[in-house]
């Protein structure tokens, strides 16, 4: 076994672990933004969001990149991940309250809100199940089907709907279909695309009802990399101004918001107890107004 018997050998030691200190900080510094990568064939999920991040980086004059993370992660692993600092510097999700005390959200929702405009996934088998749903009280007879982790899980039973939840977002779409639970509220803007994709084969969505509840998805960076989220901030801010921003939202999802037809079906209003008193809604440039019946 080898021993640092004497100061030749420390020295060697104490220069070994300075270059690998060195090594560490030029990591930090090389220019690459990791995100999470998603799982074999839901690299979809992640298009639009990376296309506005990239956007407010080429807006801030940044010269950083974004690379995937080594390996897929679930929602609540990569946000832990995270906060930790370790081996990611951004994810995109639905604020709550908790989110933002232990991450850093740049307060620009990247759906403009929609993802609070819920449309329910129903076996095909099943397509006029929420025909007579008018109320809040008329939907509780229903599950609907969450991720364990989800803000939304906890926004529904806030509501006194029932919930069925799983750890995976994947065995939802079999669990729908195995009528484990009723239906899988979808915000209006990736439903049409979940539906496109083989796990949604025997499933449809509701033509009757929309779900609403005021949240926002924003991009979280760590608390220790509050120089990150200004840049993304900044470059965000100037993407409004100069009308790229929207130019992008309208690119990626003008087809899929005439296709829910928002003003055929009837709204059923709930509340967002995880609502940050920071969220930004006296500005009303940042959000999508859809028009729907109102009950």
């Given at each position: 076994?080898?021993r ?8 060697w030691?104490?220069?070994f672990?300075?270059l ?12 690459v933004?990791?995100?999470p990568?998603?799982?074999d064939?839901?690299?979809f ?8 991040l990239?956007l ?6 940044s ?5 995937p ?10 946000l832990v991940?995270?906060?930790r600092?370790?081996?990611?510097d ?5 604020t ?9 959200a740049?307060?620009?929702?990247l ?14 088998n099943?397509?006029q199940?929420?025909k ?5 009280d ?6 609907a089907?969450?991720?364990?982790d989800?803000?939304?899980?906890l926004?529904?039973r806030?509501n006194d709907?029932?919930?069925t ?9 079999r669990?729908?279909?195995?009528q484990r ?11 049409w ?6 796990r ?14 005021p ?8 608390r ?11 470059g965000m801010?100037?993407a409004l101004?100069d009308g790229?921003f ?12 005439r296709?829910?037809?928002l ?5 059923i ?9 920071a ?5 009303p440039?940042?959000?999508?107004t859809p ?5």
């Amino acid at each position: 076994m080898f021993r640092m018997r004497s100061p030749a050998a420390w020295r060697w030691f104490l220069g070994f672990l300075l270059l690998g200190l060195q090594l560490s900080q030029y990591a930090d510094a090389s220019g690459v933004i990791h995100y999470p990568r998603r799982g074999d064939g839901d690299e979809f999920r992640a298009t639009y969001a990376l296309a506005q991040l990239q956007l407010a980086l080429d807006k801030a004059g940044s010269p950083l990149c974004l690379e995937p993370s080594h390996f897929s992660m679930e929602q609540e692993r990569a946000l832990v991940n995270l906060a930790r600092n370790q081996r990611l510097d951004v994810v995109w999700s639905m604020t709550s309250i908790e989110r933002e005390q232990r991450l850093l959200a740049v307060r620009i929702p990247l759906d403009k809100g929609l993802f609070g405009w819920r449309i329910a996934l129903l076996p095909s088998n099943r397509a006029q199940l929420l025909k007579d749903v008018r109320t809040r009280d008329d939907l509780r007879q229903f599950s609907a089907g969450q991720g364990h982790d989800w803000p939304d899980s906890l926004i529904l039973r806030s509501n006194d709907l029932p919930v069925t939840t799983s750890s995976s977002y994947g065995s939802l779409f079999r669990m729908l279909s195995a009528q484990r639970f009723d239906y899988f509220p979808r915000s209006v803007i990736e439903i049409w695309d979940e539906l496109e994709h083989p796990r949604g084969k025997l499933l449809v969505a509701d033509t009757h009802v929309l779900l609403h509840y005021p949240t926002a998805m924003y991009f979280f960076f760590s608390r220790k990399r509050p120089d990150l989220a200004e840049t993304v901030r900044q470059g965000m801010e100037i993407a409004l101004a100069d009308g790229s921003f929207e130019r992008l939202f309208q690119q990626h999802f003008a087809a899929s918001l005439r296709r829910a037809d928002l003003n055929q079906r009837q709204i059923i209003e709930l509340h967002n107890p995880l609502l940050p008193d920071a969220t930004p809604l006296q500005r009303p440039e940042l959000w999508f107004t859809p028009t729907v019946q109102r009950p």
